[in-house]
């Protein structure tokens, strides 16, 4: 397909979907089921971020002499 | 002009130091821009009330990311069009369009009636089946006529890359309503 061919399939779509009009029906304001949301979902840590701190401590009691050089990188 | 936007300044930073009250008045002042988006991208009213909240939670989870420099409209957009191409992604392609679709959003008054209703129908769901980013990319570009650069920015892509995922979106359109024995 070329862009001359392009045209009319932009024809054809916009025929077949409309777009959503700028006043688009907007009944209320969210922010009472935002407060929802956050007291549902405090914080969670990540799952990988437990398996390396997990790998880090376990990398420190193994090879203690690896503490001073991890405590440089960080 | 210039206290506002030293308030405007004061509110982001505040936002990106993580005050709730400053979440919740960026929340009130750009709740409306963030569904309105949404639900251009989603077409369904009731998941794109879902999807700002859950644009928010993110926006919210990221505070401390916030680059006040880009601005806070650009960046809860993008947010958005993630949260929306996810949601996307979860639906089945034969649920891309909500069941009311043809009822609600294009308006009886706006409506083309010389095109025929199944072949509006046929289109709508080969349009369905596409990948959630060609369709996204196509529905903004071609049907909402947003600019490439508004697209490629909420994206988070090239305008380059909007205008091939347009194209090739286009093209396999045109291949679905082929293998149906439309000619468009």
Not at chain 1, 49 to 66: E, H, K, Q, R, Y
Not at chain 2, 58 to 70: C, E, G, K, V
Not at chain 2, 145 to 168: D, M, N, Q, Y
């Amino acid at each position: 397909m070329n862009e001359h061919e392009q045209e009319p399939m932009e024809r054809l779509l916009r025929r077949a979907m409309l777009p959503v009009p700028n006043d688009v029906e907007w009944g209320r304001d969210l922010w009472p089921e935002m407060l929802r949301k956050l007291d549902e979902k405090p914080m969670q840590v990540p799952w990988f971020d437990w398996a390396l701190a997990g790998g880090v401590l376990g990398l420190m009691a193994l090879f203690p002499a690896s503490i001073p050089m991890l405590l440089y990188c960080m | 002009m210039l206290a506002e936007a030293k308030v405007e300044l004061e509110l982001l930073y505040q936002f990106q130091q993580g005050s709730m009250e400053a979440f919740e008045a960026l929340f009130r002042d750009h709740q409306r821009a963030v569904y309105g988006w949404i639900v251009r991208i989603v077409r369904d009213p009731a998941a794109a009330e879902e999807l700002t909240i859950e644009t928010f939670w993110r926006i919210y989870r990221a505070h401390a990311r916030f680059d006040s420099a880009r601005g806070f409209g650009a960046w809860s957009r993008r947010i958005a069009t993630h949260a929306a191409l996810d949601w996307l992604r979860r639906r089945p392609p034969e649920n891309a369009m909500p069941a009311d679709y043809f009822a609600e959003l294009p308006s009886p008054q706006t409506a083309d009636f010389c095109m025929a209703d199944e072949m509006r129908r046929k289109t709508a769901r080969a349009f369905a089946r596409l990948s959630p980013k060609l369709r996204v990319a196509a529905t903004l570009v071609v049907i909402e006529e947003l600019t490439h650069k508004e697209v490629a920015e909420a994206l988070g892509i090239s305008v380059s890359a909007v205008k091939l995922r347009v194209f090739r979106a286009l093209r396999l359109l045109r291949k679905d309503l082929e293998g149906q024995g439309i000619k468009p």
